[in-house]
């Protein structure tokens, strides 16, 4: 669903999103998306069961739980942090993927380093059998044809579109996706540049551009100011926002629209890609710092 923001711009700006964390109560936004393949792809190779990596209040976890849920799949979460185990019943994203059927395996922070490695892959394998793997944060070749599906034909008449960035995978499948008049641009949630190296991997076009400033310290890390924004944006509009990728990504186009970034006449949209599940954990970690909370989802 394309909605507009109801807000006059200069030079005859005008703002829409796309309302991705609408496609699915639990396997949301770009998820969905990174997912959708992946599975058919493990469906047909005979697989019964997932397993991929993430911290604590993962989106991509959650989603994974909930397609081995919905769609018939064992699945397994390597968890970032041996002191999570004891915690989970203070953490509502392993709650929710715990409920889900997920079954949680916490190793050290050193320990998940070795993620991509194979004989750390088959020392896993050799202790849960054999699985469908799932990188983490879901971006590889499939979840990228996944991704290319947020650009149609109702997308056609914008001339600029913008996403966050976490992993590279999202803002791959969009570039690959677009129409040759559109310019894409990623608001990255991690500190530094390299993430333009990971999308040149995944991408032949070059109709885009990575914004690096809108960060607000790095991966996870949030500001007073950007709550406040994210509330009022709520208020005003009745979109809810995510801290770590949505929220930073529409107060980042905001402030290029009042800087006179955009051309003049610019069309753009904006792709919410979910994560709205994270929000309880940040609110706990809000409240314990007598820090402001999201109002809208507490």
Not at 128 to 137: N, Q
């Amino acid at each position: 669903m394309i909605m507009q923001i109801e807000e006059q711009f200069p030079n005859g700006i005008s703002l829409f999103i796309k309302r991705d964390d609408l496609l699915h109560p639990v396997i949301s936004g770009n998820k969905f998306r990174k997912l959708k393949y992946n599975l058919q792809e493990a469906k047909q190779l005979g697989y019964s069961k997932l397993l991929t990596f993430g911290g604590a209040f993962s989106n991509h976890i959650v989603a994974v739980a909930g397609a081995g849920n919905e769609f018939g799949f064992e699945t397994i979460g390597i968890i970032r942090g041996e002191e999570l185990a004891t915690k989970i019943d203070e953490n509502p994203s392993l709650q929710l993927a715990q409920s889900l059927g997920m079954k949680l395996h916490f190793v050290s922070r050193s320990e998940y380093q070795n993620k991509e490695l194979v004989a750390f892959l088959a020392h896993l394998e050799t202790q849960f059998g054999t699985f469908y793997l799932l990188p983490e944060g879901g971006t590889n070749a499939l979840a990228i044809e996944g991704c290319k599906e947020i650009i149609g034909e109702e997308e056609k008449t914008f001339t600029h579109i913008c996403c966050a960035v976490g992993t590279g995978g999202t803002i791959s499948g969009i570039i690959e996706g677009a129409y040759e008049h559109q310019k894409i641009i990623g608001f990255s949630a991690l500190k530094g540049d390299f993430l333009s190296d990971v999308i040149r991997k995944f991408v032949t076009k070059t109709n885009w551009e990575l914004e690096t400033k809108y960060h607000f310290g790095g991966y996870g890390k949030v500001s007073d100011a950007l709550i406040s924004f994210m509330n009022d944006f709520y208020e005003q509009t009745q979109i809810p926002l995510d801290p770590i990728y949505t929220g930073k990504m529409v107060f980042g186009v905001l402030e290029k629209i009042k800087n006179n970034e955009f051309p003049s006449n610019a069309k753009i949209l904006l792709i919410h890609s979910g994560g709205l599940q994270g929000i309880k954990g940040m609110n706990q970690k809000l409240k314990r710092k007598n820090k402001s909370i999201i109002t809208y989802h507490d």
